[in-house]
């Protein structure tokens, strides 16, 4: 178990769309409120969804230098001042790429877009959210700043002790207010097929 009050490490995932723009900013944000060491960016290019020749190794490589290239420069434009790397990768499957490198190295944070107006379907979203291992913070490109406040959904299982912990993150924003914490639970309630005759 790694300590609480270490640096986090964060892992981005970057779609290149306009969502990502959004996301650098949103990055600025964190940096006022969280403690972050490193920013590790992941893109990963569906190999399923290129023609079929340019999937050889001498044309991927190709395409991911151009990626990498392309997202250092919308990173360095958005000013960030935080050690980062960029990750490539060419799977069949997202969130293979997500799972592959959280065996490789630790992230305290998962951090995604959750389109609210733009083009996106959120399927590699709900993937993840199940299937990787670490919390999961997701921005829509709705968002405002500074953050005034948080809604925690506490479920009363073994998870929320870390709901808590994550919320007691948010401190103050970068205006020096108290960031209020809304606890909610949300039950659901099972019939049984007596209960619906009664």
Do not use: C
């Amino acid at each position: 178990m790694r300590a609480t009050k270490e640096p986090l490490n964060l892992l981005v995932g970057i779609d290149l769309s306009q969502m990502d723009n959004y996301l650098y900013s949103y990055i600025h944000t964190l940096d006022q409120i969280l403690d972050i060491n490193k920013i590790t960016f992941l893109h990963n290019i569906k190999i399923t969804e290129l023609p079929a020749g340019m999937v050889s190794e001498e044309r991927l490589t190709v395409i991911k230098e151009k990626i990498i290239r392309k997202i250092t420069r919308d990173i360095n434009e958005s000013e960030l001042t935080h050690s980062f790397e960029i990750q490539v990768t060419s799977e069949r499957f997202s969130e293979t790429s997500f799972n592959r490198l959280a065996v490789m190295q630790h992230f305290d944070l998962l951090i995604l877009g959750n389109k609210q107006n733009l083009r996106g379907n959120g399927a590699l979203t709900s993937k993840l959210v199940r299937l990787f291992p670490s919390p999961i913070l997701l921005v829509p490109e709705t968002y405002t700043t500074p953050i005034k406040s948080i809604v925690q959904a506490i479920t009363f299982s073994r998870y929320t002790q870390a709901i808590i912990d994550w919320g007691n993150k948010f401190k103050t924003n970068k205006e020096g207010e108290e960031i209020k914490k809304f606890p909610v639970n949300v039950s659901k309630l099972f019939y049984t097929n007596e209960q619906k005759r009664n």
